[in-house]
């Protein structure tokens, strides 16, 4: 079946402009997470929205990010008045929601953000 | 604070030997702890997870043992390929569905 899809793949903006970054998870998996990756860095937790809970926003690292998850399935992060700090690699998973945890996660290949 | 250590030096073996990679944690008791791969310009991909009641776990080529009285995991690739030449990264999460990861170790596997 199809895995999770990003769009998208890469955007190049200018410094203050806004972005939307979509994800489209697993169909049936309850939990989505976005994550950001810098160049030759690990994975940046951002935040984690699981089922028709309130979002786990502890990883937004300002203000400008939010994200959104509409019928519990698309996701789209919006980061405002982009900075070039902003630039990386921001990558969404999705998983099933197992209670106990331990749900591995499947990721999609990301978007490559520019901002110049 | 909590910390996952992986060796940010990339591995370098040749083919056909035995990979280890080590992943160190401190101020964490996970219930779970997985191991990724990533290959340049693509998301990680799920190899193996290990329970902290399981001292060991295997997948083909792949070995995983965890041990919480050391807070330590080591990941084994057995009869190493340049195919597995990637970033693997492990990642704990405790009980939630939540990871955290470490921040990767470079193999290259050399014919």
């Known amino acids: 079946g199809a895995g999770v899809s990003q769009s998208p793949s890469n955007k190049v903006t200018e410094k203050g402009k806004d972005v939307e970054l979509r994800c489209d998870p697993i169909?049936?998996?309850?939990?989505l997470y976005w994550y950001r990756q810098s160049l030759g860095q690990g994975l940046e937790f951002l935040i984690y929205f699981q089922g028709n809970s309130a979002p786990d926003k502890s990883g937004l690292p300002s203000d400008r990010f939010s994200a959104e998850r509409t019928g519990g399935s698309v996701s789209t992060l919006t980061i405002q008045r982009t900075q070039q700090e902003d630039s990386a690699v921001y990558l969404c998973?999705?998983?099933?929601?197992?209670?106990?945890?331990?749900?591995?996660?499947?990721f999609g290949p990301g978007t490559r953000l520019t901002v110049t | 604070s909590q910390k996952i250590e992986q060796n940010s030096e990339a591995l370098n073996i040749q083919e056909g030997k035995t990979a280890t990679l080590t992943c160190n944690y401190t101020n964490y008791s996970p219930a779970y702890l997985q191991w990724y791969r990533q290959d340049p310009g693509r998301g990680p991909v799920f190899l193996l997870l290990i329970r902290e009641n399981e001292k060991e776990k295997r997948k083909e080529r792949l070995k995983v043992t965890f041990d919480t009285t050391l807070k330590q995991s080591l990941f084994h690739i057995t009869a190493s390929q340049p195919a597995d030449s990637a970033t693997y990264l492990c990642?704990?999460?405790?009980?939630?569905?939540?990871?955290?990861f470490g921040g990767g170790t470079r193999l290259m596997v050399k014919p």
């Open positions: 990642a704990l999460n405790n009980a939630g569905n939540m990871l955290t």
């Open positions: 169909s049936g998996h309850t939990a």
């Open positions: 998973a999705s998983s099933l929601a197992r209670a106990g945890g331990g749900s591995e996660q499947y």
